[in-house]
Nanobody, 115 residues
């Protein structure tokens, strides 16, 4: 079973920045669409950002202009650069790899935005 591994979460003040990383070992990374989701306490899981194998990007309206998703196929890694963070961005951020019927997840990394 493939397990993705996220890192980079933490506590940051409003207006601050973080970079999340997700390593995807053991898959043909270049074939997969990579997604970042988040789940705040008591809320539904929300798709935040997507990057396809062709490099096309899509973002939730709530993060457009603040978050950037990117991928490095040489490292089997996807990144989420988060700027101008707000308290409402507080959540567990989860990485997902999707290709045809295959879908793999990480365990998540906590991001807390608070003064």
């Amino acid at each position: 079973q493939v397990q993705l591994v996220e890192s980079g979460g933490g506590l940051v003040q409003p207006g601050g920045s973080l970079r999340l990383s997700c390593v995807a070992p053991g898959i043909s990374f270049s074939l997969y669409t990579m997604n970042w989701y988040r789940q705040a306490s008591g809320k539904e899981r929300e798709l935040v950002a997507t990057i396809t194998r062709g490099g096309m990007r899509n973002y939730a309206d709530s993060v457009k202009g603040r978050f950037t998703i990117s991928r490095d196929v040489t490292k089997n890694t996807v990144y989420l650069d988060m700027n101008s963070l707000k308290p409402e961005d507080t959540a567990v951020y989860l990485c997902n790899a999707a290709f045809t019927s295959r879908s793999f997840w990480g365990q998540g990394t906590q991001v807390t935005v608070s003064s």
